[in-house]
């Protein structure tokens, strides 16, 4: 697509393309290009060839297609044509190959899906070769070549914990051992599609020696898991992009979540409602409230909720496997009872009728009004600030995929970045956000999806499950014998 041409005489020429081209097979290519800016007489005697840098590249080719981006640019001259070849043995394959009809294409993009299996290739190596002439008389050439092993053997994964047994709405943790080529990602995979990744053992005690080339990790049970339908697998991934898989032992009890009927005051939309309107509208300008009550606390209760999640688990992924800040069981954020209990089912009616469904992700706890609140384990803050439906928030990162949220406060009294210790406090509580009185709202998430608090509270659940599982893969540490005294006479 041509944004602007501009005329010939001394001028530039400005020019932006967009171009899918095509490839041989086992390969899928994408190609951007945009404009070179000189005066045509200097273009036509340019004497120096197109520069071509890999962009990005796998470490090796595996089993599963690989990426290459590569860039070609000649600012001066401009690009005429692009190819890029793949040989092996004496055989050789074109990848890709763009010509550009138009003077002025100063630079191009080029991204090839490259799949070893389709192409037939062998294990050993190959060699990717990208050659780039430019426009001028000249006919300036750059060729750069880039070697790849290849590899098809997939890594070993073994789980060494012999038993995990969880609840729905809980967490879990597994010890597994993996073996191949220098590891990309481990963890557990769940046949709804989620991945949980696992952690090298000394990321949890660094003080600790542990064997080589074991890890753990900790997973959540999501309040949605079903037992007997669900299923929870090893996975293993190494840095050519071959995987394996492989099952463990575990048992998972069901529970069922209480369902309640939340009724919606008319002093409670005038409250509330304006307030979270506005903050839907920053988040999304392109929903548009209806100035219904009614209907803006649906656009609210859903849609600003949805919004804020997505928020929440960014946040949580930037901090994943960390090492391991937090000690032993977690203490209550606020010493009263729980008002609102976990993955509780809501219903919001509004003068006998649901206007809106949502389920509750944590635990409520409401003691005096702007009562003190305390991080309920070490860490560091990783969010301080406004979020919508969770009005004042404090999220606090603990290591090894375990975080805390602390919402609806008042006042904070951490900010981003902010290193705590258990029982220092991190705000007072409050009615912000979407909340109908002053209150806590606390959550545990364990690798970004919520999990029951209540059992983090339990010293013997952590130590039997969590912690006393990891200290049994533990290498004792030799230790320098004493030099005994000389006897006294």
Avoid at 134 to 148: E, G, I, M, P
Avoid at 157 to 178: D, I, K
Avoid at 390 to 401: E, K, M, S
Wanted: proline fraction near 6%; glycine fraction near 10%.
């Amino acid at each position: 697509m041509f944004n602007s041409i501009q005329p010939q005489s001394g001028r530039s020429f400005g020019l932006t393309l967009a171009i899918v081209g095509t490839a041989t097979a086992g390969v899928s290519l994408a190609v951007s290009s945009l404009s070179a800016g000189n005066p045509l007489g200097l273009a036509w005697l340019e004497s120096s060839p197109p520069s071509i840098t890999f962009r990005a590249a796998p470490a090796g080719l595996g089993a599963k297609p690989s990426t290459l981006v590569i860039s070609a640019v000649d600012p001066v001259a401009g690009l005429a044509r692009v190819a890029v070849t793949l040989s092996q043995d004496g055989h050789s394959h074109l990848l890709a190959e763009r010509s550009y009809d138009h003077s002025g294409v100063g630079s191009g993009e080029i991204s090839v899906d490259i799949d070893p299996l389709t192409l037939q290739l062998r294990e050993g190596s190959a060699t990717v070769s990208v050659s780039a002439l430019d426009r001028s008389a000249l006919r300036n050439t750059a060729t750069v070549k880039r070697d790849f092993q290849i590899s098809f053997a997939k890594p070993r994964v073994e789980p060494l914990s012999v038993q995990q047994n969880g609840t729905v709405g809980g967490a879990e943790l597994v010890v597994f051992r993996y073996a191949g080529r220098p590891i990309a990602s481990s963890g557990v995979e769940s046949s709804k599609g989620a991945s949980y990744a696992g952690c090298p053992l000394a990321a949890f005690d660094p003080s600790k020696g542990f064997p080589e080339n074991t890890y753990f990790a900790l997973f959540p049970i999501p309040y949605d898991f079903v037992p007997t339908q669900d299923t929870l697998r090893l996975t293993g991934t190494d840095d050519f992009g071959n995987s394996a898989s492989a099952g463990f032992n575990y048992r998972i009890a069901p529970k069922s979540f209480p369902q309640v009927d939340m009724r919606l005051s008319a002093d409670f939309f005038q409250r509330k409602v304006p307030e979270l309107r506005d903050a839907l509208r920053k988040l999304h300008p392109a929903v548009v409230p209806s100035g219904d009550d009614a209907k803006d606390f649906k656009l609210v209760n859903e849609e600003l909720r949805r919004a804020n999640e997505a928020a929440i688990r960014g946040v949580i992924a930037e901090a994943a496997c960390s090492s391991r800040m937090w000690r032993g069981a977690f203490v209550r954020p606020l010493a009263a009872a729980p008002k609102a209990s976990f993955a509780e089912g809501r219903r919001y009616v509004l003068d006998g009728s649901e206007i809106s469904r949502s389920r509750h992700m944590g635990v409520d706890l409401a003691d005096v009004a702007q009562a003190r609140v305390v991080a309920g384990n070490a860490g560091r803050v990783i969010f301080a600030g406004d979020l919508g439906i969770y009005g004042g928030l404090v999220i606090v990162d603990h290591g090894v995929g375990v975080s805390s949220l602390y919402g609806h406060l008042s006042s904070l009294s951490v900010k981003k970045g902010d290193a705590v210790e258990q029982g220092g406090e991190i705000g007072r509580t409050g009615a912000t956000g979407l909340a109908g009185g002053d209150h806590l709202h606390y959550e545990i998430r364990v690798q970004g999806e919520p999990v029951s608090p209540l059992a983090w509270l339990d010293e013997r659940w952590v130590s039997e499950h969590i912690e006393d599982k990891i200290d049994s893969f533990a290498v004792p540490q030799a230790t320098t014998p004493q030099a005994s005294e000389s006897p006294r006479n």
